[in-house]
Structures are given as C-alpha cells and as structure tokens.
C-alpha cells in the first residue's frame, strides 16, 4: 500500500476531496493523510470516517515540533503553510513506523490514471522529485525551481530521512514567498538534492505534473477517450493558481504560460482537463464515498475567488487625465498598501547581514544596483549623507543603502501619504517621515529622488522643481515611464491581482518635457539608466518603457 501526505483548510477543502475522490478511483490501495488546517476542515473529514483518510489536527503537528509553532509569528500564512510540509511529512513517518515510503502531493492535483507507471519508475530510490519541464517560452520560470514540490516521495532509509530532517531544517531557517538568490519558499531548496544526497530519481514520466507551466511543452493528442502527453497517459494534472471569478467562471493562468508560445496546446484537450475538475470543485455534493455524495459543509468556499477587479487590464491609458481616489482607482493611501509595503520591508531586513541578491527579479535587481550608483555618487566618499526619496514606502530604500554603500551612514527622509507615514514611524523610527510637501521641502538634502513614480501628486512639474529646489548637489527619478513621440499623459496601475489590492495614476512623461524642466529648474544630466521592463499600458497613444535619471545640480546649493 502507497501512503500519501497532504494538507488543506477550507478553502481548499473541495479541492482535497477531489484528490481524493482520484486516488479512490485510480491508485487503491492507499492512505491518505491530511493535514487539517482549520478546525473546520478536521471536523469534515471525521465526521465522515473515511477508511483511507487519517486527518490530523494542526495544532498535533505544532505540540510535536516547538521549532515549527515558534516560525508562524515570523511568516505570512502561506509562507507558513510553506514551511509545513518537511515537517508534516516527518511527523508521519514518526507516528506510523511501518510506513516504508511516504509521497507528499500537493491538494491541487488529480488523478487522471494509475500512479504505478511512477513507481515502477521510482522503484526502490531513497528520494523522488518531479522537474517543472518549463517549456523555451517560460524558461524565465525557472528562477522559481528547477523541481516541483506538488510531488516528492521518501523512503524510510538513510538517504531519505537524512534529506527529509535537512529540508525540515531548512525551511525552518528561511521558507518565504519571494525568491531571493538561490532560495524561493520551500521549492528551491530541492534543486541540489541530486548532488546533495544519494538515491534520488528525477521523474521522467511525461504525464507526470503537467501543468500550466508545461502544456506547450509536449504534444497532447486523446485515443480511447485517455489525454496523452507525449503518447504516454497523463497520470496526474496540476492546477495551479486555478481561482474562481466572481461571475463563476475560472482564471486558469494557462493562457498567461502559452500565449506567446509557438506550441499552443489544442483547446478541446485543455477543456477536457479543466472543466471536468472546476465542476467538480464547484459542485462538492457531486463527490463521492463508496457511491454516496459527499455534502461539504455550508458557507465553506470552494475556491477561492479572485478580486472582482483583478480582471480588468494592469495598466490603462486614462483619456480623462488624473482621476481622484474613488472606488475604481482607491489609490495609494490604503491599508493593504500598507500592509504590502511592510512585507516588502521585513524582506529587505531579511537581506541585513547577507550576500544575496536585493532584487527578487531582474528589473528590481538592477533597481537596486542603479540605486546604489547613485548613492555612492551622492557620498563621494563621505561617512555621512542625508538623502530625500519621495514617495519612499516605508523606508526599504534606506535599509539597501545600508546594505549596498555600508561605509557611508544616511540620514534619511521619507515624503509619503499620511497612512504609510503613521505605519512607517511604528516600524522605522530612524527614518523622517513628512506628510505634507512643505514640510519634506523645508530642509537641505545631497540626494533628493523621486523613486519608482512622482508619488503624490497630480502636478509632476512642480515636484521636479521642488527636489530641485531642495538639493544640494544630486537628484535621481529611477524607474520613470517616459515616452517620446506624445505628451506626457495619465494611465492608471491596476494592482488587484497583488497584495497592494489599489490601483493609482501615474504620468507617463514625455522625455523631452522632463529634461527642459529640469534644466529650467537647474539640473544637468548626468547619467540614465536603462531599465528592461516595458508597461503594456493599453489604449496609450505610445508605447510606454521605464527610464531612471541622475541629474547633478548646478550651483550646489538649495
């Protein structure tokens, strides 16, 4: 008999229970245990007294493992679903000694056929992982692992729980929702374990984890009424990032991994992988045990639903110009804005101390680096400077500083919207946060910088005029959208889909307009950066890309 290791809470209830409405009908013999991450879901599954499914209260796993309860204050909830499961999965092997091989399985998987083709494969290694098989198109994913965590098996010898108590170790140490250098959640971690431990077998089943990630990268065809990747059957389907619109239809994020690929799968073939599993999760009663439907309880989603903006483009051209804060464009001072900001921040502390990389991706890395150029430019060498960044967030620009110009201390001052100033003086009381324009203007700065946007603000002009006016020396505008053969023009930043849940305006600033105000505002061009990331922003009269500016002040004083 397989045993199998999972963990879901309500939200994904439906989703657990079609896992396991696929192992009961392809892969018997088997256990199933369930990690249960609300009281809610525990009840469910004892209630129904499954044969094949153990459930296990959350808070067993955290009376077990000190270490493990001690790392929730320090992560967000997913981040400490993240962290679990190493810890859940030695936790089952601990209780159930005759358990030879234990395989941990992502929720958001389904059967489609009999998992034996992979054991037969795997036989008798100590450790199996699954590649995420990125197509060319997505190569770039590959930053988020070279391995997949949906499956990974365990055998109970040397090699198998040596890298499961490693792992545990691990992501106790650090397992966060960001990638940062060669670290991303719990996922990363797996991509050294073929020269790290002996006995690991990479799957090569190509109906093994096909995902959205890989659709285009096999040929997918159907004979007898089976999906075939590669003419192998597929084996198990995942569904990541599947999510419920508010109208009841389904964000795939397929289209987002093959829209630009010359390998598009055949329609019909993704709709028979879909919508059979997004009725089933929407329509729970249809689930079975031995023959009956299975009633999950009232007011329990099935799956989680988008933001019913989340829909709409990113970026929008504005034909009305700037639009005041209103329920379609809530802009910046929010508390989820907030919120964001100080993930944003706790990220950067993490970075203290260390040697990796401050950017999570290529465009903020070279933020960063650019960000640094400029700072040093400003020190020239001097152990102190004092440095204005409008529109600053809570201060994380400061802590890069620190990170990236150590031999130089920075006086630092912060121009931001009343809501991020109240949070950011709780959570950086070195920082001077000003609320009002006069007050951030009041004072003298080697660097003044307008980082990322002209934030806030209608009237772009008068705040280059004013970090002008406010400098002694230096003035930076990093990551400006620019354009050149129109005005400059409003568009607004959808953020739904993210954590800032806001969306804001933002210029888009016609080059040549920015330089002859600067130069009429006694600035001089000293260096621009190129910046490789382009807005699509729809309906604008230009195409819009980001630019950064160091500007060197004429006369040197303010």
């Not at 209780?95 to 795997?122: G, V």
């Not at 406010?470 to 409003?490: D, I, L, N, Q």
Request: glycine residues 6%.
């Amino acid at each position: 008999m397989e045993h199998y290791c999972t963990y879901f809470d309500r939200h994904y209830l439906s989703r657990g229970m079609a896992l396991l409405s696929s192992l009961q009908e392809h892969a018997q013999p088997f256990h199933l245990h369930v990690l249960c991450l609300d009281d809610e879901t525990f009840r469910f599954l004892r209630d129904q007294d499954f044969t094949d499914v153990t459930p296990i209260r959350l808070d067993a796993l955290e009376l077990s493992d000190p270490e493990l309860a001690r790392a929730r204050s320090t992560r967000s909830l997913v981040e400490y679903y993240f962290t679990i499961t190493a810890p859940w999965a030695l936790f089952v092997l601990d209780r159930n000694p005759e358990i030879f091989r234990l395989t941990y399985l992502d929720a958001d998987i389904y059967f489609f056929a009999s998992p034996a083709p992979l054991f037969e494969e795997i036989s008798d290694s100590s450790i199996t992982i699954i590649p995420h098989r990125f197509s060319l198109v997505n190569h770039a994913a590959r930053s988020a692992g070279v391995f997949n965590v949906g499956w990974i098996t365990w055998r109970r010898d040397a090699a198998g729980l040596e890298c499961l108590r490693e792992h545990r170790a691990r992501c106790l140490t650090w397992c966060y929702d960001y990638i940062d250098g060669t670290r991303f959640a719990d996922q990363r971690y797996l991509d050294d374990w073929p020269t790290r431990y002996p006995g690991v077998h990479v799957v090569t089943h190509p109906g093994a984890n096909l995902a959205p990630w890989n659709l285009d990268a096999h040929a997918l065809s159907r004979s007898d009424g089976r999906i075939l990747v590669d003419g192998q059957p597929l084996l198990f389907y995942h569904y990541h990032a599947l999510k419920q619109q508010r109208d009841k239809g389904f964000d795939r994020d397929v289209e987002n991994w093959i829209s630009h690929s010359p390998n598009r799968p055949d329609p019909d073939i993704v709709e028979a992988i879909y919508t059979p599993y997004e009725r089933l999760v929407t329509n729970p009663p249809g689930l079975k045990r031995d023959g009956r439907a299975i009633q999950l309880p009232d007011g329990i989603r099935t799956v989680r639903q988008a933001h019913p903006m989340a829909h709409l483009p990113a970026w929008e051209y504005s034909p009305r110009g700037w639009i005041e804060p209103s329920d379609a464009v809530p802009g910046w001072d929010r508390p989820e804005v907030a919120t964001a900001l100080e993930r944003r921040l706790a990220m950067m502390r993490r970075r203290l101390g260390t040697t990796t990389p401050l950017g999570s991706d290529a465009p903020l890395h070279n933020a960063m680096m650019s960000l640094a150029y400029v700072a040093a430019r400003a020190a020239a060498g001097r152990p102190r400077i004092a440095v204005l960044d409008w529109g600053g967030g809570l201060g994380t620009n400061l802590l890069a500083m620190t990170l990236l110009i150590p031999e130089t201390r920075v006086a630092y001052h912060c121009r931001e919207v009343p809501g991020i100033v109240q949070r950011g003086r709780e959570l950086m009381p070195d920082v001077h946060f000003h609320e009002t324009d006069d007050e951030a203007l009041a004072n003298c700065y080697d660097l003044a910088m307008a980082n990322a946007s002209l934030l806030p603000g209608t009237d772009w002009k008068a705040i280059v005029r004013g970090l002008a006016s406010t400098a002694r020396s230096w003035v930076y505008f990093g990551r400006v959208p620019v354009v050149a053969s129109v005005g400059s023009f409003v568009f607004v930043q959808r953020m739904f889909h993210v954590d800032y849940a806001t969306a804001r305006c933002q210029w888009a600033i016609n080059r040549d307009e920015l330089m002859a105000t600067a130069a009429e505002a006694g600035l001089s061009l000293d260096r621009e950066f190129h910046l490789p990331d382009r807005p699509a922003v729809v309906g604008a009269p230009e195409a819009v890309e980001f630019a950064g500016f160091l500007f060197r002040k004429n006369g040197g004083a303010c």
